[in-house]
């Protein structure tokens, strides 16, 4: 009977990578702490531009100016550096952090003009907004909620683009093409069998079964690694795995 479990079983070796974005915005080194921040950018600027729309109810070209002030002078003010993992989560920390710049920038009337701020990365903001035109704007009830599952989708994203990225290199395309039929194929139509898979890429039933194992396997490892880059502790680490992917971490 084929796993067709995505994150495939309920326990995993601790990822290799044990480098953690979150401790290294405090680095001394310059390089260190930008790459940290550029780890944290990429996997929090959609969930932050989100949320200033839903929650703040900000414009796009508000929200896009927004966002990239707020991770400007989280970098240049050093926001990140008084995160303790003891009292929340990273993102919870951040999503205060984020309110807080919010509510200074309207108490100080401060116009920010658009395209004013430096460009840290660059943003695919209309991906972003295209994505909240099937999100009711209007309703903000659970914009937290929705904060979260936001990041979970960034995360899953990031970890997907790594793992494409590495099938590339290890010319395992084939690999990653049968991944994403059959176990990302969001269509209402009946999942494909083995079977009727081996059939369309030309393989056999336990050439299909031995790659998607294969590729399931990376694609957890990388996800984990990821999981790991965003979280300060090693307690924090295992306690999000088994939250977010609903796996024990050994």
């Avoid at 290799?16 to 080194?29: D, G």
């Avoid at 209309?126 to 704007?137: D, K, P, R």
């Avoid at 999942?191 to 194992?213: D, H, I, K, M, P």
Wanted: negative net charge.
């Amino acid at each position: 009977m084929p796993d067709d479990t995505l994150i495939g079983g309920s326990q995993d070796q601790f990822p290799l990578t044990r480098w953690s974005a979150i401790v290294a915005v405090r680095s001394e080194n310059a390089e260190e702490r930008q790459r940290s921040f550029a780890v944290l950018i990429a996997a929090y600027w959609k969930p932050v531009y989100k949320y200033l729309r839903l929650k703040w109810r900000k414009s796009n070209e508000d929200a896009k100016d927004l966002t990239q002030g707020f991770f400007t002078q989280a970098l240049e003010k050093g926001y990140f550096q008084n995160y303790d993992a003891a009292k929340a989560r990273f993102r919870t920390f951040l999503r205060a952090c984020l309110d807080g710049y919010v509510a200074n920038v309207h108490k100080a009337e401060q116009r920010l003009k658009r395209g004013g701020h430096a460009q840290i990365l660059s943003l695919d903001f209309e991906s972003a907004e295209g994505e909240l035109q099937h999100i009711e704007i209007a309703d903000t009830e659970n914009v937290e909620d929705y904060f979260e599952r936001e990041w979970q989708r960034s995360l899953f994203s990031l970890a997907l683009e790594a793992l494409r990225a590495e099938c590339a290199v290890k010319q395992r395309q084939t690999h990653f093409q049968l991944f994403a039929r059959y176990d990302l194929d969001e269509s209402e139509a009946p999942r494909l069998t083995y079977e009727q898979l081996a059939a369309e890429f030309g393989l056999s039933v336990s050439n299909v079964t031995n790659y998607l194992a294969l590729v399931r396997r990376e694609f957890r490892r990388i996800l984990l690694e990821k999981l790991r880059e965003l979280t300060a502790t090693d307690q924090e680490f295992h306690q999000e795995a088994r939250a977010v992917l609903g796996v024990t971490v050994q």
